[in-house]
Nanobody
Framework: QVQLVESGGGLVQAGGSLRLSCAAS????????MKWYRQAPGKQRELVAI???????NYADSVKGRFTISRDNAKNTVYLQMNSLKPEDTAVYSC?????????WGQGTQVTVSS
């Protein structure tokens, strides 16, 4: 297992930007996918973005064109660049590392977007 620590959350006005980081305690290069999820109060957890070991990416429709996921295997870190933030992006954002037989989670970081 790897330990995942998210950072970069905070309070931002609508239209602003934040960059979230997910630092792993070990190598992430062997994971099939690194993902960002979010969960708003009273709502189900939502998959926001995914990046595969090969570098392919996919996004939830609600964030396409605004969010960008990337990974730096040398730093064992995954990023989520969030631009043009909206109040509906307010949630706890969590990082997930997935490979067959293993799914590791971070503790999450709060993102609050004010209108």
């Amino acid at each position: 297992q790897v330990q995942l620590v998210e950072s970069g959350g905070g309070l931002v006005q609508a239209g602003g930007s934040l960059r979230l980081s997910c630092a792993a305690s070990g190598s992430i290069s062997s994971f099939n996918a690194m993902k960002w999820y979010r969960q708003a109060p009273g709502k189900q957890r939502e998959l926001v973005a995914i990046i595969t070991r090969g570098g392919s990416t996919n996004y939830a429709d609600s964030v396409k064109g605004r969010f960008t996921i990337s990974r730096d295997n040398a730093k064992n870190t995954v990023y989520l660049q969030m631009n043009s933030l909206k109040p509906e992006d307010t949630a706890v954002y969590s990082c997930n590392a997935y490979r067959l037989g293993e799914s590791d989670w971070g503790q999450g970081t709060q993102v609050t977007v004010s209108s």
